[in-house]
């Protein structure tokens, strides 16, 4: 399966948010029919993932860090100089080259949705999607024992059209995750489920994404992450069916 060569540079540019309205349309209709072109997309925003990742950084050393921060706490209230001026600019570029190099948090919305995406793309393909195979919610929540710090819930909504099929390990914004795989038909629902961290103070968020829908969701210490290419208001239903049941 070969991607169409004329959408190449659209891929990148759609990543990059660089295309207009009307060529964002187009490409995102191309996408939800043409499965190279997704799949060369969720690749790209795959690798972009992985290059954002907090192991690749250096931090800055503490000394040059501490005096970027003093300079930008140092009240401007009096009048300067335009040498000053330049100075102020001066230091300013280069926080800005340091910011490559500075250690961030890696748990921005976008990142953290990007790396869902490319770990649900991956799930779909042979022998991705469980490690542990049943419907049984008493095999599937011990079976994390050991394996993550934390418990998820686990729960069968067969009764309400989302069958549990099986679990597995993941790994979402720098941790192993827990991810749930349900089914809806013959479609896939992943819910990565992980500690809620400051990022969860957020509020709930459905985003679209080249045929996918997102939701997230905090519930108690946990944080929820559903994604799947069914209609919305399917996805909309698993999350009130799924947050009734372990409420």
């Known amino acids: ?144 024992n050991g394996k993550i710090d934390f418990a998820p819930p686990v729960v069968d909504l067969k009764a309400q059209g989302f069958p549990l099929v099986g679990g597995r390990i993941d790994y979402v914004g720098g941790r192993p995750v827990a991810a749930l795989a349900y089914r809806h038909g013959r479609h896939v629902i992943n819910l990565f489920v992980r500690p809620a961290m400051e990022a969860s103070l957020w509020p709930d968020l459905e985003s679209h994404q080249i045929g996918y829908t997102l939701i997230r969701w905090r519930q108690g210490d946990l944080e929820f992450w559903s994604i799947s290419d069914i209609a919305p208001i399917d996805l909309a239903r698993f999350h009130r069916v799924f947050s009734a049941a372990t409420a």
Not at 42 to 57: I, N
Request: proline share 4%.
């Open 1 to 144: 399966m070969t991607r169409c060569t004329d959408k190449a540079l659209l891929l990148g540019a759609l990543l990059d948010h660089e295309l207009d309205a009307a060529n964002v349309i187009e490409i995102e209709a191309h996408l939800a029919v043409c499965a190279a072109c997704a799949a060369a997309y969720a690749d790209l925003r795959a690798t972009r993932a992985l290059l954002r990742d907090a192991g690749l950084r250096i931090s800055a050393p503490a000394a040059i860090r501490a005096r970027i921060s003093d300079a930008a706490d140092t009240p401007r209230t009096r009048a300067v100089s335009p040498l000053a001026w330049m100075g102020t600019g001066a230091a300013g570029m280069l926080a800005a080259c340091l910011g490559l190099f500075v250690l961030v948090s890696p748990m921005s919305t976008s990142l953290v949705q990007d790396e869902i995406i490319a770990s649900h793309v991956r799930s779909l393909m042979p022998g991705r999607l469980i490690d542990i195979a049943t419907s049984d919610r008493h095999v599937v929540k011990p079976w994390f």
